[in-house]
């Protein structure tokens, strides 16, 4: 009877995502076209990756980069204003909601916005540098700002970790301030001595989840850039996307995956490594 019960699940679980993993494993050692029959490889497709494409070590480069400026810039943009929004301040429900209310956007919705904001004739972002006597930029386009363009666009939907922050925020006894506060501690101590190790779980969480995200960052530089100009956009979830629907290299594209896949368990093993050196986890005793 229990089987029964679970059958459901486990059928759907077999069919659309182990099925899929498994397969995707045993494809990225054969070549296939899709309009050809596979044929067995071996290793080539991975050491073509390292030794004879140069674009994917650009596609690494650009993730590397983006991951690096755009989360720890997000996290520190969502600390802030989930600090500044536990303040008891007027209208403070209508500020959490307008601050929140862009990470549950579309992503697709966002990004044309965003298109219309860069846009060098009549974009909003070069109207204001225009007003403030700067010349304007073109964003997209320019092999200087296309990767800086996407890293400001990524802090739009800093509301989602900014609530979670606001959560944790709120976890923190207030007996460790008024104990802080009677021991002479200033404002600056107390976020630093009691704020920041209290909230070390939220901030360990949230930079695991932002970093997985990062890595697989797709939606942007398809519908802005399409990974150009000159590949300075060329995301690895993109190049990927490109070998295998673009040109058809099918069995290339299941290899990329595979060490999208590794980079992502190394990144997220060593985190909870180093978290074990500065997250504090409360425990009752």
Do not use: C
């Not at 050692?29 to 140069?54: H, Q, T």
């Not at 944790?168 to 009691?194: C, K, M, N, T, W």
């Not at 901030?203 to 990974?227: D, R």
Request: hydrophobic share 55%; aromatic share 16%; no cysteine.
């Amino acid at each position: 009877m229990a089987y029964s019960f679970i059958a459901p699940w486990m059928i759907g679980f077999l069919l659309f995502t182990g099925g899929p993993i498994i397969a995707s494993f045993v494809l990225s050692f054969f070549k296939w076209r899709m309009i050809e029959p596979p044929s067995f490889v071996g290793l080539s497709n991975y050491a073509d990756l390292f030794l004879s494409d140069p674009l994917f070590p650009q596609s690494l480069k650009v993730t590397g980069l983006y991951v690096l400026i755009a989360i720890p810039s997000g996290q520190v943009l969502a600390l802030t204003l989930a600090i500044l929004l536990n303040q008891r301040i007027r209208f403070l429900s209508f500020w959490r909601s307008l601050f929140y209310l862009p990470s549950v956007v579309s992503g697709v919705a966002v990004t044309v916005l965003w298109l219309w904001m860069y846009d060098p004739n009549y974009g909003l972002i070069n109207h204001l540098l225009q007003m403030v006597g700067l010349p304007s930029v073109n964003w997209l386009y320019s092999e200087k700002w296309s990767l800086p363009a996407l890293i400001i666009k990524s802090l739009w939907g800093v509301g989602g970790s900014m609530v979670i922050y606001l959560a944790g925020l709120q976890g923190v006894p207030q007996e460790l301030y008024e104990a802080a506060q009677i021991d002479g501690a200033g404002d600056r101590s107390a976020f630093f001595h009691i704020t920041l190790p209290m909230l070390s779980p939220v901030i360990f969480f949230n930079l695991v989840m932002g970093i997985i995200l990062g890595i697989q960052t797709f939606t942007e530089p398809y519908l802005m850039t399409g990974g150009g100009p000159s590949n300075t956009t060329l995301f690895l979830g993109l190049y990927l996307y490109q070998a295998a629907f673009h040109f058809l290299k099918m069995g290339y594209a299941a290899a990329m995956a595979w060490i999208m896949f590794l980079i992502i368990l190394a990144v997220t093993l060593l985190q909870f490594k180093a978290g074990e050196r500065w997250v504090y986890y409360e425990v009752a005793e």
